[in-house]
Structure formats: structure tokens, C-alpha cells
């Protein structure tokens, strides 16, 4: 059964976001716990990329859903600590990273593929012509190789789909050079 676990952006003016990450099987607090810890590593190692305004908590519980969406299992976990942005740059509030997580999976004739935001990210993550560096991408994939093989211990990470009622396992990344852009629905 899928676990989901939220870390939470705070930014100065910007409000409140979420990263929410799956892993495709969670069958214990302990395996809850690692899961936590290995996503915070993950943030942890891109602090970098992060203005110093940025500031990253992490929920006290990982869920364990079934593949529809219901609520089978709370793990309480202990919070790992807070990730701090380190870059005393400007940026841009809504401009960032996509991380795009493949399941190799194709369901209604779509690949399955999910989705991780980066927002916002310092300016020093793109070049004069406002792409992502080939610098900050081979960071981001080293983090994302990391945290694969640190979930893969602990249930693997996972890209769910409600409409499906599917969940599977992450087994490639990739970070496109397009910066991404976060709007609201009142842009």
C-alpha cells in the first residue's frame, strides 16, 4: 500500500507549499521514519539551490493509503530537522526546478510519470538565457539517485495515480533545463 509523506515550504510573502512524495509500500513506524529522514536528506542536499528566506518543515505522520485514496494506517514519525535555504541571492518567487519522477508504466495509454516542484530557487540555478544550469542538473540528479536507493530500502518511491488506482515504482529521474513557473488559479 502507497505511504504518503508532505514536506512544507514556508516562504517570506509567498505562502505556504508542499511537496508530496509516495513510496509504494510502507509497512511499519520504522520504515515510516526512514522514508521521512531519506526525504529530508534529499532537501538537505539541494540547500543550495534554496534562497535563505526559504525555510522546509516535515509532517509529523506518514499516511498509509490504499490505492484509491482511503486512509488505512497513521505512522507518527519525529519531524527531521528543518531545511534552511543558503543563498543570499535574488530570485524570483514563482520560478524554480521540475523534477520528474518515471515509473516506465504506461495506464490509459499515458505514461505515469509524477512530478516534483523546486520553488522558487535562487538565480544562480540558471544561465544568462534563463535555463537550469548543467551544474544545478547534475546535482539534483546525484540527490535523486541518492534518494531512490535510500527509499528503495524502506518501500521504494513511488508515483501514485488516484484515477487509476495504481501506484508504482519511481525508476528513473530527470530535471528539464525549462525553468518551471508555479501559478495560482487567480493568475
Known amino acids: 500500500m502507497p505511504g504518503e509523506y508532505r514536506a512544507i515550504w514556508n516562504t517570506p510573502g509567498g505562502g505556504t507549499g508542499y511537496s508530496v512524495f509516495h513510496t509504494t509500500d510502507m509497512v511499519s513506524s520504522s520504515n515510516a521514519q526512514a522514508a521521512a529522514n531519506a526525504i529530508r ?25 490504499d490505492v484509491t485514496g482511503n486512509l ?9 530537522a528543518q531545511v534552511t535555504g ?8 514563482a520560478a524554480g526546478i521540475r523534477v520528474d519522477w518515471g515509473t516506465g508504466v504506461i ?3 499515458r505514461r505515469l510519470t509524477g512530478r516534483t ?20 542538473v547534475s546535482a539534483i540528479q546525484a540527490a535523486n539517485s ?16 488516484r484515477t487509476h488506482a495504481a501506484v508504482h515504482d519511481v525508476t528513473t529521474s530527470s530535471v528539464p533545463t525549462k525553468g518551471a513557473i508555479l501559478t495560482g488559479r487567480r493568475d
Do not use: K
Not at 488505512?72 to 527531521?80: M, Q
Not at 543558503?86 to 518567487?93: E, P, V, W
Open 107 to 109: 495506464l490509459s495509454g
Open 86 to 93: 543558503t543563498q543570499s541571492t535574488t530570485y524570483n518567487r
Open 146 to 161: 541518492t534518494l531512490l536507493t535510500s527509499l528503495d530500502l524502506v518501500g521504494n518511491l513511488g508515483v501514485w495515480s
Open 72 to 80: 488505512l494506517a497513521v505512522y507518527a514519525v519525529t519531524p527531521p
Open 117 to 136: 516542484y523546486l520553488v522558487p530557487v535562487s538565480s544562480g540555478a540558471f544561465d544568462a538565457n534563463g535555463l537550469v544550469t548543467s551544474a544545478t
Open 41 to 65: 536528506a534529499w532537501f538537505n542536499t539541494l540547500v543550495g539551490l534554496f534562497p535563505d528566506e526559504v525555510s522546509i518543515t516535515f509532517d509529523t505522520e506518514v499516511l498509509e493509503l
